[in-house]
Nanobody, 117 residues
Framework: QVQLVESGGGLVQAGGSLRVSCAAS????????IDWYRQAPGKQRELVAG???????NYADSVKGRFTISRDNAKNTAYLQMNDLKPEDTAVYYC???????????WGQGTQVTVSS
């Protein structure tokens, strides 16, 4: 019923930019908080950026100033704009949607971002 689909990942050179998208269906998207996580092989999944419905944002220190989270509620889509990419950013990027009133959370399948040095 609920589906989150990430797209936009790929191979990019260090210093380049990439925008990943998260298209949602089956939820009242505008009411949900959106988080972006990433997970590198052998590493713990980490929170990269978060955006609540009230436009409050937070970022991991490692990406602050380089990444921007946004959403287009009319398109039921969230974005993560990634600038000045570094090899350390290489990971699978996942979006997560969460209702402010429930403990349920919904995950996408992830999209691979690889940054070459």
């Amino acid at each position: 019923q609920v589906q989150l689909v990430e797209s936009g990942g790929g191979l990019v050179q260090a210093g380049g930019s990439l925008r990943v998208s998260c298209a949602a269906s089956g939820i009242p998207f505008s009411l949900y908080s959106i988080d972006w996580y990433r997970q590198a092989p052998g590493k713990q999944r980490e929170l990269v950026a978060g955006l609540v419905s009230g436009s409050t944002t937070n970022y991991a220190d490692s990406v602050k100033g380089r990444f921007t989270i946004s959403r287009d509620n009319a398109k039921n889509t969230a974005y993560l704009q990634m600038n000045d990419l570094k090899p350390e950013d290489t990971a699978v990027y996942y979006c997560k949607a969460k209702s402010p009133l429930s403990t349920r959370e919904y995950w996408g399948q992830g999209t691979q971002v690889t940054v070459s040095s």
